[in-house]
T-cell receptor
């Protein structure tokens, strides 16, 4: 059983470039969540998606950030015109059950460094 | 906004001893979860306890929930070096709501 897969594991971008983070959920899971973690901090919720739908994006900045979970393929978190403050670890999680108040299965994360 | 807050922030104990971590939260919840994160890795789910439950066990883990005090504790018995990690509590106000993580307790097991 493959768990949640994220790639790349490490991503380096210069200020102003775009960052594209990918997440493949556990096979059969149709609910995906993205979180951001700063050093020595807990995870901060960003967005919750089901196939082709954004359910809750209340934790995602309104500008420069977008997320999608297409019918086919991985979920994508896209950060346009990155700034140094975007440097963080971004984690994706999936679950087979609707609603975020359930066990979630986490990927290994993508560590974004903005130079 | 942060809902759960773990205590202590850091804990070092000798291998074989028991480790207790606490989590306090602010509003009523539907459930509370504990996760473990090894350095540089993703989170691993440990236990989910619902608001109508008071105690749950899983192997060497014991979780309690006191809704009147809005607090939970995670006990790891007979600790091992492999238990060294950060432990986070996460709360959900209702079944369909997002889960909110605390800042975690960094546990270090000394050989």
């Amino acid at each position: 059983n493959a768990g949640v897969m994220q790639n790349p594991r490490h991503l380096v971008r210069r200020r102003g470039q775009e960052a594209r983070l990918r997440c493949s959920p556990v096979k059969g899971h149709s609910h995906v969540y993205w979180y951001r973690q700063l050093p020595e901090e807990g995870l901060k919720f960003m967005v919750y998606l089901q196939k082709e739908n954004i359910i809750d994006e209340s934790g995602m900045p309104k500008e420069r950030f977008s997320a999608e979970f297409p019918k086919e393929g991985p979920s994508i978190l896209r950060i346009q015109q990155v700034v140094r403050g975007d440097s963080a670890a971004y984690f994706c999680a999936s679950s087979p059950i609707a609603g975020t108040g359930n066990e979630q299965f986490f990927g290994p994360g993508t560590r974004l460094t903005v130079l | 906004s942060q809902q759960g807050e773990e205590d202590p922030q850091a804990l070092s104990i000798q291998e074989g001893e028991n480790a207790t971590m606490n989590c306090s939260y602010k509003t009523s919840i539907n459930n509370l979860q504990w996760y473990r994160q090894n350095s540089g890795r993703g989170l691993v789910h440990l236990i989910l306890i619902r608001s109508n439950e008071r105690e749950k066990h899983s192997g060497r883990l014991r979780v309690t929930l006191d809704t009147s005090k809005k607090s939970s504790s995670l006990l790891i018995t007979a600790s091992r070096a492999a238990d060294t990690a950060s432990y986070f509590c996460a709360t959900a106000m209702n079944r369909d709501d997002k889960i909110i993580f605390g800042k975690g307790t960094r546990l270090h097991i000394l050989p």
